[in-house]
């Protein structure tokens, strides 16, 4: 995946399940928010030379953007929008 130490690769499967999480939940609920998105894990990948297929396919990734995902999934809409508007 990548050079980084354990605990790196760690924190960007995190990182990497939570902006893709966010990018689920609010696409459909404020679409502007996807190109920043999107250009946050492009960053992010070249900054800890990660390859993002990879960060999702580990057991770290699934464990966070499920978590992550049931979470925005259960908000209700008005807070969903508000989070998804400064989300990025």
């Not at 690769?9 to 999107?38: F, H, N, R, W």
């Amino acid at each position: 995946m990548t050079c980084l130490p354990a605990h790196a690769d760690d924190a960007v499967e995190q990182m990497v399940a939570g902006i893709d999480a966010v990018l689920y939940v609010c696409t459909p609920v404020d679409p502007k928010s996807m190109k920043p998105g999107q250009d946050m894990l492009a960053q992010l990948a070249a900054k800890t030379k990660s390859d993002l297929s990879a960060v999702r396919k580990s057991d770290g990734y699934r464990a966070t953007y499920n978590s992550e995902l049931n979470r925005m999934l259960s908000m209700p809409a008005k807070d969903k929008l508000a989070t998804c508007q400064r989300a990025f």
